[in-house]
């Protein structure tokens, strides 16, 4: 997770980075997201993520390759319209169009990982469940 991150996934955009592995560990299987067979099964649009407090469900919204830059890694905005700017910009990106609504409201969950020397793989989703333990 980003260091400027709550770990209680409280910020406007929570940042989690992985290796992309071969052997497919850690974030080795997003490549996959960009698959059109994986595109048309929406129960893969679903990131689930548990914590010792918290059971989380995110629905995929943007996925893309990117040169490596730090514009899709801010975690707070200054205002609503800052934030707007953000989700407007990172759906836009989004190679495949997942036709959900994120708006003010939303908070989200970015997965960062290098796709080749040069270039970042991204998947960008917003909470839609939580569950206290």
């Not at 052997?23 to 067979?37: A, I, P, T, V, Y």
């Not at 993520?49 to 390759?65: A, G, L, P, W």
Request: aromatic share 12%.
């Amino acid at each position: 997770m980003d260091y400027r991150n709550n770990t209680d996934f409280e910020d406007k955009n929570t940042i989690i980075y992985g290796h992309n592995r071969f052997d497919k560990s850690m974030f080795g299987s997003l490549k996959n997201l960009l698959d059109n067979n994986w595109l048309k099964n929406k129960d893969n649009h679903i990131i689930k993520i548990s914590t010792e407090k918290y059971s989380m469900n995110f629905q995929v919204f943007s996925i893309y390759r990117i040169k490596t830059t730090s514009d899709y890694l801010i975690n707070n905005f200054n205002s609503e319209e800052d934030f707007n700017k953000f989700i407007k910009m990172i759906t836009k990106r989004s190679s495949y169009n997942f036709k959900i609504d994120v708006n003010n409201n939303d908070k989200i969950l970015t997965l960062s990982t290098c796709s080749g020397s040069k270039n970042k793989l991204v998947v960008h989703a917003k909470l839609i469940k939580v569950q206290y333990k």
